[in-house]
């Protein structure tokens, strides 16, 4: 009886055994597949790691230049091309962008990457606003900001001529009052005018057609514009406006 029981027992344990060594089994390929799993991502990862930053796969072979032209174009080119070769994903496109900026025609700049070769400068000119001739006669010009970033040999057409009344040339502050005349004008009154003369920053005077204008310094300009409008139209048109003190405007 006792040998029966012992097969029985053995009978009922043996298929419990089998079942814990499965799941054992079954356990441990499950950590290996996650394992190998892990390995080939991290291989992955790696592998497009060294691709994009070190390899020889993606580097620049283009530059390209947006929103300027000419001789700025050119420069900005140039700067661009230094990083040929490099990697494209380790370019310091801030660096870049910085040296772009450093151009004094240029007033702001970006630079991106369109893969999988090309890095891309783009740059905004500035604007002349005026133009500025020294007592040398030399032309410089002039953006809304006050940067003098180019000389030239004529003024761009459009663009008014600031001079001082005085050799001593136009100083910082006349610079900006005549700036201030420039950005106060409306459309209607810009387009015509043609030449600014500075004596200081409180006197300002420009020609708007064959009228002199007297514009004085900073201040009241809303009732200065007012004033000039409504005598330009007036018969005969006024030779000199005087509007420096625009409570009793002067005109003949």
């Known amino acids: ?3 029966v029981a012992d097969r029985r027992a053995a009978r009922r344990v043996t298929p419990s055994a089998a079942r814990f060594a499965e799941r054992a089994r079954a356990r441990r390929r499950r950590i290996v597949r996650r394992l190998l799993g892990a390995l080939l991502a991290v291989a992955l990862v790696a592998g497009c790691v060294w691709l994009v930053g070190f390899s020889s796969v993606l580097t620049v072979t283009h530059v390209r230049v947006e929103g300027v032209s000419g001789e ?3 420069a900005l080119r140039a700067i661009g091309e230094e990083t040929v070769g490099r990697p494209l994903a380790r370019v310091d496109t801030g660096a870049v962008a910085e040296q772009a900026r450093a151009r004094r025609a240029i007033a702001e700049a970006s630079v991106s990457r369109s893969w999988p070769h090309t890095l891309v400068i783009t ?3 500035r ?3 005026l133009v500025l001739q020294n007592p040398d006669g030399g032309l410089e010009v002039v953006d809304s900001s006050g ?3 180019a000389e030239v040999s004529t003024r761009p057409a459009g663009v008014p001529v600031v001079t001082a009344a005085s050799s001593a040339g136009v100083s910082d ?4 009052a005549a700036l201030s005349v420039v950005r106060a004008l409306p459309p209607s009154l810009d387009g015509d005018v043609s030449d600014i003369t500075v004596s200081s920053a409180n006197l300002v005077t420009f020609r708007h057609g064959r009228t002199e204008v007297v514009w004085g310094g900073a201040g009241e300009e809303s009732l200065k514009i007012r004033i000039i ?3 330009l139209k007036s018969t005969p048109t006024p030779s000199v406006i005087d509007v420096s003190a625009p409570q009793t405007p002067v005109s003949k």
Do not use: S
């Open 147 to 149: 940067v003098r970033y």
């Open 123 to 125: 740059a905004v000119h």
């Open 173 to 176: 502050d006349a610079l900006a």
């Open 127 to 129: 604007t002349p606003a």
């Open 72 to 74: 700025e174009a050119g």
């Open 1 to 3: 009886m006792t040998n």
């Open 229 to 231: 409008e409504a005598l």
